[in-house]
């Protein structure tokens, strides 16, 4: 079957990143926003990371977003419903910062380019554990835009997260192809390529920052930096 839909990640793969530091940055970031209305720095990270958790294990009867509201909010109580505003201002404002522990690497708008010359959809199959908000800046320091997918994956409108099957699922429900006919690339060997490949998915591991905590064996992967990716698009 002709690959007609191709799925791309975006932290590591379009976005040149250290996950790491990413988020040793940005949450230092975060708890300075909030400390002046009372939150424990450490309490505070805490807890994102319960809501998180919440978010990766979400099984699709909610979006990530009330997974994520409804595990905080068991911590704090009817604050957390009453500082949300202040989390999303933060998303807006603060969190254009973050772009210092990001690299924008000029093959993302190649690959984007060669997928729109060669009619093919394109989906950013980030993991769905952010806002909207946060993800449109994150592909913009990529140098991508909304325009460029048919579909971006956000808290808001997912109820599944990496590295769950039914994330990939869910996808090509959204947008009404067979697995078969999509191409997942990823730099995560577990979360991107192994969950892509358990649906049907033909994959891509981007190697340059390779994320592959299990020690798998990635001998049998198509893999490669961005010309072969590039070389590989250019193909189907």
Same mark, same amino acid.
């Given at each position: 079957?002709?690959?007609?839909?191709?799925?791309? =990640? #975006?932290? /590591?793969?379009?976005?040149?990143?250290?996950?790491?530091?990413?988020?040793? @940055?940005? $949450?230092?970031? #975060?708890?300075?926003?909030?400390?002046?209305? @009372?939150?424990?720095?450490?309490?505070?990270?805490? !807890?994102?990371?319960?809501?998180?958790?919440?978010?990766?294990?979400?099984?699709? !009867?909610?979006?990530?977003?009330?997974?994520?509201? !409804?595990?905080?909010?068991?911590?704090?109580?009817?604050?957390?419903?009453? =500082?949300? *505003?202040?989390? %999303?201002?933060?998303?807006?404002?603060? $969190?254009?910062?973050?772009?210092?522990?990001?690299?924008?690497?000029? /093959?993302?708008?190649?690959?984007?380019? #060669?997928?729109?010359?060669? =009619? #093919?959809?394109?989906?950013?199959?980030?993991?769905? +554990?952010?806002?909207?908000?946060?993800?449109?800046?994150?592909?913009?320091?990529?140098?991508?835009?909304? &325009?460029?997918?048919?579909? *971006?994956?956000?808290?808001?409108?997912?109820?599944? /997260?990496?590295?769950?099957?039914?994330?990939?699922?869910?996808?090509?429900?959204?947008?009404? *192809?067979?697995?078969?006919?999509?191409?997942?690339?990823?730099?995560?060997?577990?979360?991107?390529?192994?969950?892509?490949? &358990?649906?049907?998915?033909?994959?891509?591991?981007?190697?340059?920052?390779? +994320?592959?905590?299990?020690? &798998?064996?990635?001998?049998?992967?198509?893999?490669? /930096?961005?010309? %072969?990716?590039?070389?590989?698009?250019?193909?189907?």
């Amino acid at each position: 079957m002709a690959i007609t839909t191709i799925l791309l =990640d #975006l932290d /590591g793969t379009l976005l040149t990143m250290d996950n790491d530091e990413f988020t040793k @940055g940005y $949450f230092k970031m #975060l708890v300075k926003k909030m400390a002046p209305l @009372g939150y424990d720095p450490e309490k505070l990270v805490d !807890s994102i990371w319960v809501g998180t958790r919440a978010m990766i294990q979400n099984d699709g !009867s909610r979006t990530n977003m009330d997974a994520f509201w !409804s595990a905080y909010g068991e911590i704090y109580g009817e604050k957390a419903k009453q =500082d949300e *505003v202040y989390f %999303e201002e933060f998303y807006r404002t603060d $969190f254009d910062r973050a772009v210092a522990f990001c690299e924008k690497n000029d /093959g993302a708008r190649e690959v984007l380019d #060669l997928i729109h010359e060669k =009619d #093919l959809r394109a989906v950013l199959a980030t993991n769905p +554990i952010f806002p909207g908000i946060a993800t449109e800046k994150r592909m913009h320091w990529a140098g991508l835009e909304l &325009s460029d997918f048919e579909l *971006v994956t956000t808290y808001e409108n997912i109820g599944y /997260g990496k590295p769950n099957p039914e994330y990939y699922r869910e996808i090509t429900r959204l947008i009404g *192809v067979p697995p078969q006919e999509c191409l997942m690339v990823g730099n995560d060997v577990e979360e991107d390529i192994l969950a892509a490949e &358990s649906v049907g998915m033909d994959t891509f591991l981007l190697t340059d920052h390779i +994320i592959n905590r299990r020690n &798998s064996d990635i001998t049998r992967l198509r893999r490669g /930096g961005f010309a %072969e990716l590039l070389e590989y698009i250019r193909t189907l």
